[in-house]
């Protein structure tokens, strides 16, 4: 019982409570929002207090947290669908990459984009995320590649989140690739990486943490050492692509640094897995950029389950690998293509998602006194949602206790 005026009460509601391994569904209950947070939480009928000013009526649909992208390169100009077309050809992504197409190509395109068609092309995409019940979304950089066109990338994920209703965190990933003014000169351009990008995105707090592409079509584990290091000086939090098209032990880099995350890990092996668990890394899974890579090699499951690796689930929404902003969809695809279980897929767009992000203390679950982002869905069991392909199921989406129109 609550004393405090309530804002919002959401009556007749089956709450879907997520622990750290699995999600369970309470019987019919309620929850009290106010001043944005959860106040309260309970089975049945709420004995009411204080007064209430708005009301909700369920009709005994299912509440979830609402939805974390906790992986996106959303802020981009352009788009890669020939790359799509040669691919069918017969040509890899690795070969477009060498032949100056891939990422450089989107840097180009967003490079050349002015900030409001790059803040317009974006925010068609947050708008197609946040209609899929997306609240929070974590935006990187990485298709500028020099100090102004990086800065212009996080400066627009900072005004789309000032924009729109939903939480946006910003990850610079200026070591996404070699930019063409650099070609040959790697060592270079990591020394303007964290010389002047880094810094300068810092000191301007357009960046929440920094990541890097440590491939041999990226950058070697010593070069993003030097990003790492150039982030801890920062006090920035890392995370890292790592793992995606071979070994280069990225994962096991990432935890050294107490990484909030280590992404895409098909080629993780057990060292990897172990130094994960022992740093607390997340292990971001991709599967829209595995399914539309038509790539093989599923990430080892069984061995971050067996290592108690918190497991999240991301759209990549980028350009050349994930063009998705569908985050219901990879729930289907983390069960279909990885196997995870729909409760695990689940715990990977919400609880284990906000772990990635650093911000498990106010979001990813239904508790009191937490941020009241909320989704309330047409299905009757939280594996529905997993099921469908590509559930069309979302009912209502409240982003701190505030219900937004869906369209
Ligand atoms: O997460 N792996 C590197 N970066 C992206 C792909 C970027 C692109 O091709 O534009 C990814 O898959
Ligand atoms: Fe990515």
């Not at 906790?70 to 788009?79: F, P, Q």
């Not at 990485?142 to 590649?145: A, C, K, P, Q, T």
């Not at 093989?296 to 080892?300: D, E, G, K, S």
């Given at each position: 019982m609550s004393a405090i005026p309530i804002d919002l009460l959401i009556r007749n509601v089956r709450i879907v409570a997520c622990d750290d391994a699995s999600c369970s569904v309470a019987p019919p209950g309620f929850v009290e929002i106010a001043g944005g947070r959860i106040a309260a939480v309970g089975v049945g009928a709420p004995a009411l207090a204080g007064s209430v000013r708005d009301e909700i009526d369920a009709g005994g649909a299912l509440l979830t947290p609402g939805l974390i992208d906790?992986?996106?390169?959303?802020?981009?100009?352009?788009?890669r669908a020939r790359e799509f077309e040669m691919r069918l050809e017969g040509a890899s992504y690795e070969s477009i990459a060498r032949a100056g197409g891939g990422i450089v190509s989107t840097v180009r395109q967003t490079r050349d984009a002015d900030t409001e068609t790059l803040f317009a092309e974006s925010a068609r995409r947050l708008e197609s995320l946040m209609r899929h019940g997306v609240t929070t979304v974590e935006i990187k950089s990485?298709?500028?590649?020099s100090l102004a066109a990086e800065l212009k990338s996080l400066r627009v994920a900072r005004s789309l989140g000032a924009r729109f209703p939903i939480g946006v965190r910003t990850t610079l990933l200026a070591a996404h690739a070699l930019p063409p003014e650099f070609s040959g000169r790697p060592d270079d351009y990591i020394d303007e990486v964290v010389q002047r990008i880094l810094p300068e995105a810092a000191r301007l707090g357009l960046a929440d943490a920094v990541d890097a592409f440590c491939e041999t079509i990226g950058f070697t584990p010593a070069q993003t050492r030097r990003v790492f290091e150039a982030a801890r000086a920062h006090g920035l939090p890392v995370k890292l692509h790592a793992e995606?098209?071979?070994?280069?032990?990225g994962a096991a880099l990432a935890a050294e640094f107490g990484a909030l995350s280590a992404d895409h890990?098909?080629?993780?092996d057990e060292a990897g897995a172990i130094a994960m668990a022992r740093a607390g890394t997340v292990a971001v899974l991709l599967p829209g950029a595995f399914y539309f890579l038509r790539d093989?090699?599923?990430?080892?499951i069984d061995l971050l389950r067996r290592h108690g690796v918190a497991m999240a689930v991301a759209t990549d929404c980028n350009p050349g690998t994930s063009p998705t902003t569908h985050l219901p969809l990879m729930l289907n695809m983390a069960c279909t293509?990885?196997?995870?279980t729909p409760a695990e897929a689940l715990l990977g767009v919400t609880r284990h998602a906000a772990q990635a992000l650093g911000l498990q203390a106010t979001l990813g679950t239904i508790e009191v006194g937490k941020v009241a982002d909320l989704c309330l869905w047409n299905v009757d069991q939280p594996a529905a949602l997993a099921y469908e392909i590509g559930a069309g199921a979302l009912r209502a989406r409240f982003k701190n206790g505030v219900q937004h129109p869906l369209q």
């Open positions: 906790c992986h996106t390169h959303l802020v981009y100009a352009g788009n990485g298709y500028g590649l995606q098209l071979s070994n280069q032990h890990l098909e080629y993780l093989t090699h599923v990430p080892p293509l990885f196997r995870l």
